[in-house]
């Protein structure tokens, strides 16, 4: 099993509609870091958090760390969202940072 | 430019040869990350440098894989004798110092070893 396990994997929706992406976790971390890359590689950095919720634009990013648990939300999504969203956990242990697999992203104008 | 940058942007090579890849950090930035990212995949860590200094190598998969950053900016990564499976897109990385600190992404390099 992956330390990291995002959900869904792919994902297609019409342009406005509400995405919810999910991150699971199972190790100790010290940051949760919320990713988007682009088709070409490109990786931004979209959130860094430790509790709470942050917000930017149309993006939310929510964490529980009792559950382990991260969402990132989009609203009123756009074609121009469609990417792939990965999910990562920083250990405080060895600093490294561990990665999901990713969800792609696919809105349909 | 302002961001990190990685040259080439892609590598073509037969296997057995040896490749070289470039990441230029951010001005500044002490701490950098090289990772690779096989299709499909999330990005696997593969060595961080704080300064000149490799602080964390552990993620290098063999020893045919190296990499230095001289004079604590410029990094190469450098694999010898590459194999089919190396194939993948390198990822560099770089932040102000390691701990809590945003990591800022190159484009990556996307190397093919026929």
């Known amino acids: 099993k992956n330390e990291v396990e995002q959900s869904p994997q792919n994902l297609t929706a019409q342009e406005g509609e509400f995405i919810t992406i999910n991150c699971s976790y199972s190790?100790?971390?010290?940051?949760l870091h919320w990713l988007q890359q682009h088709p070409g590689g490109g990786i931004v950095s979209l959130f860094m958090?430790?509790?709470g919720k942050k917000k930017h634009g149309r993006l939310i990013a929510t964490i529980n760390i009792q559950e382990k648990h991260s969402s990132l939300h989009i609203t009123a999504s756009h074609p121009r969202d469609s990417a792939v969203y990965i999910c990562?956990?920083?250990?405080?242990?060895?600093?490294?940072?561990?990665f999901g697999k990713g969800t792609r992203l696919h809105i349909l104008p | 430019g302002a961001g990190v940058s990685q040259t080439p942007s892609n590598k073509v090579t037969e296997k057995g040869k040896y490749v070289e890849l470039r990441c230029d950090p951010i001005?500044?930035?002490?701490?950098l990350y090289w990772y690779r990212q096989s299709l499909g995949q999330g990005p696997e860590f593969l060595i961080y440098?704080?300064?000149?200094?490799?602080?964390?190598d552990s993620g290098l998969p063999n020893d045919r894989f190296f990499a230095v950053r001289p004079e604590g900016s410029v990094s190469t990564l450098k694999i010898q004798r590459t194999e089919r499976g190396d194939s993948a897109v390198y990822l560099c990385?770089?932040?102000?110092?390691?701990?809590?600190?945003?990591?800022?992404f190159g484009p990556g390099t996307r190397l093919t070893v026929l």
């Open positions: 958090l430790s509790s």
């Open positions: 001005s500044g930035h002490t701490a």
């Open positions: 440098f704080q300064g000149t200094g490799a602080a964390d």
């Open positions: 990385a770089s932040s102000l110092e390691t701990g809590n600190n945003e990591q800022f």
């Open positions: 990562a956990v920083r250990s405080p242990r060895d600093d490294k940072i561990i």
């Open positions: 190790v100790g971390i010290s940051a």
